[in-house]
């Protein structure tokens, strides 16, 4: 089975800098999706990156930006130029590829970005 | 951009009593999921569906749950005599290649 491990249960930020979120996991799949997810004091869960297992490239959206190493198994998200509507938790997700494609998720990191 | 839309948002009911939520998944979507989050953990599996039946589900989903698609654009979950621990977020999501999307959520409160 799969697990996804986010050490940092807590994390701060203030604004316009930069803060990396820590993710891990664990797998014997060779094919698999890593994403990461935004939510908000909403609770909507909201699709932050894409990675592909299969690519060596590093995936980036705007600001947000994965630095995936496949052989450590980590994948950790880095936020550049943080605003205040980035404070959300954020949850790493592992996807295996092929069937049902369902979600692992971690426990989540708390970021608060301060003015 | 087309997004899973989910109802009600927000459902208080009675221990005992049976609840259905509903979602609209994605229209070019196949697979469909729904999670569950209770609060303060994390987002929890609970059961996907393809092709009108359930593909895999949790050991969460016990026989309590049900999965349905009564019609083309509906994906409903219930839940037959609730119990006070299955008050959570319940989150609805549909997939297109290799991207789930979630809806809002349904904010289930069990007293």
């Known amino acids: 089975a799969q697990t996804v491990t986010q050490s940092q249960p807590e994390m701060s930020v203030q604004e316009a800098e930069t803060v990396t979120l820590s993710c891990t996991y664990d797998t014997s799949e060779n094919n698999y999706y890593l994403f990461w997810y935004k939510q908000p004091p909403s609770r909507q869960m909201i699709l932050v990156i894409r990675q592909e297992a299969y690519k060596q490239q590093n995936a980036t959206e705007n600001r947000f930006s994965v630095n995936f190493q496949k052989a450590a198994k980590s994948f950790s998200l880095k936020i550049s130029d943080s605003q205040l509507g980035d404070t959300a938790m954020y949850f790493c997700a592992f996807g295996r590829q092929g069937g049902s494609e369902k979600l692992v998720f971690g426990k989540g990191t708390k970021l608060t970005v301060n003015p | 951009e087309p997004e899973v839309t989910q109802t009600p948002s927000h459902q208080v009911t009675q221990m005992g009593q049976e609840v259905i939520l509903r979602c609209v998944p994605i229209?070019?979507?196949?697979?469909f999921y729904w999670y569950r989050q209770i609060l303060g953990q994390k987002v929890e599996f609970l059961v996907s569906f393809y092709n009108n039946e359930i593909s895999e589900k949790s050991e969460i989903f016990d026989d309590q749950f049900s999965v349905e698609r009564p019609d083309g654009s509906n994906f409903t979950l219930k839940i037959r005599s609730t119990k006070l621990e299955d008050s959570a977020m319940y989150f609805c999501?549909?997939?297109?290649?290799?991207?789930?999307?979630f809806g809002e959520g349904s904010w289930l409160t069990v007293v």
């Open positions: 229209s070019n979507h196949l697979y």
């Open positions: 999501a549909s997939r297109a290649g290799g991207t789930i999307y």
